[in-house]
């Protein structure tokens, strides 16, 4: 920050001027291109989405450009690429003629306006978001120097950012490999052999759950209900499964297997296993080295479903009760480690985020820095 600070004592000792946007700078609206027009290539086509909406072979925009997607639900979202892209519905943001703005420093100036541009929506039915909105913004202009000296820091900051967000998931992904390589050799009992292979139906109940609609489902009720996902689809106020300990297997979702410790509603595209002679927890993790098995059993269709029979129809080891525990609290333990981690390490890269966005409203608002602007 010394070197910045110095360029304002030396440049604007008396403050950074702000203007409209729109008096310096242009917005020129994307032009409509559909998929099926499309041509493959690998040249992204930015419409009104966060990714590409695909791709092309040509571009309509070069070098760098600052796109703001016009209409939908992330209408206004401002993105920054220094590729050829096609700008579809979006609208680009550019310099005037003999304007000093750098283009990076303008779009940290909007990324940092984010939230203000998504209140800047219209329309009742598709939001939009318009140019003419986004031009009465006003942005501070100090000379190009201090511009170029604040992108060299909020980029060093990106990029540090960056790297951090990739070590994480590089950490948690490794560590989430090693639980699954422990709990399958665990579970794979090559030198045990006091156990039982046995199919699931001859250990345990298999059945499909009980038909909820959405109207019943409320906020403060106290069952959560299980359809084809692992994510509870909301709350009911009863419970159709009266014993703790069960798991489920949702027979949409590509067969995801799940474990539920606490009562809870098991609607009719989920299946319920449970065993009153083998640990329940034991025969999820046991599923879950099952479950590339289990997903080629998907019938697929516009709905997957999954039989109640091949999950019954399954063969499982089956050793002593001690060890089904002793394994069962291994994996426990072994779960929290990255269940932990995968709780921690979002947690430390939502920190550096605002700790990014801390310093960049800072670094733009010069308010701090200078003494306040000039308007």
């Known amino acids: 920050m010394s070197k910045l600070e110095e360029l304002l004592k030396k440049l604007c000792p008396n403050g950074v001027e702000y203007q409209e946007l729109g008096d310096v700078c242009v917005f020129n609206r994307g032009t409509p291109l559909l998929s099926k027009e499309a041509q493959e290539g690998d040249v992204p086509v930015i419409s009104g989405g966060k990714t590409p909406a695909f791709y092309h072979n040509i571009a309509n925009r070069y070098g760098e450009t600052i796109t703001i997607a016009a209409s939908g639900a992330y209408a206004g979202y401002v993105q920054y690429f220094n590729r050829p892209i096609w700008a579809a519905d979006s609208f680009t943001v550019d310099t005037k003629y003999n304007i000093d703005l750098n283009k ?4 940290y100036f909007l990324q940092s306006m984010q939230q203000n ?37 909020l980029d060093n900051f ?17 560590r989430k490999k090693q639980y699954e390589f422990y709990r399958d050799k665990l579970l794979s009992f090559d030198n045990l052999k006091d156990t039982k292979t046995l199919k699931i139906i001859d250990i345990a109940k298999v059945y499909r759950g009980t038909r909820v609609v959405k109207s019943q489902l409320m906020l403060d009720a106290k069952y959560p209900v299980y359809q084809n996902s692992l994510e509870p689809m909301g709350y009911y106020y009863k ?7 069960t798991y489920v297997i949702s027979a949409g979702a590509a067969g995801a297997i799940g474990y539920c410790d606490i009562d809870f509603w098991a609607a009719d595209d989920c299946l319920v296993i449970e065993s009153e002679s083998v640990n329940n927890k034991y025969i999820y993790y046991y599923l ?74 800072l670094l733009l608002s010069f308010s701090e820095l200078t003494g306040g602007g000039i308007n």
Not at 128 to 142: E, L
């Open 288 to 361: 879950l080295t099952k479950s590339s098995v289990i997903n080629s059993k998907v019938r697929k269709a516009s709905i997957p479903r999954l039989s109640r029979e091949v999950i019954e129809n399954m063969q499982i080891v089956i050793p002593s009760l001690e060890i089904q525990k002793r394994i069962v609290n291994v994996l426990d333990n072994f779960d929290k480690i990255c269940s932990d981690l995968n709780i921690g390490l979002p947690t430390e890269i939502e920190a550096r985020n605002k700790q990014y966005e801390y310093y960049r409203d």
């Open 239 to 245: 419970s159709n499964v009266a014993k703790e300990k």
């Open 158 to 174: 990106t990029e540090l950012t960056a790297k951090l967000t990739a070590k994480l998931a590089a950490e948690l992904s490794a």
């Open 104 to 107: 990076k420093y303008i779009y």
């Open 117 to 153: 541009i998504y209140n800047t929506k219209r329309g009742s039915g598709v939001p939009h978001v318009y140019g003419s909105s986004v031009a009465q913004f006003k942005i501070p202009v100090p000379p190009l120097e201090v511009q170029c000296e604040i992108v060299r820091i």
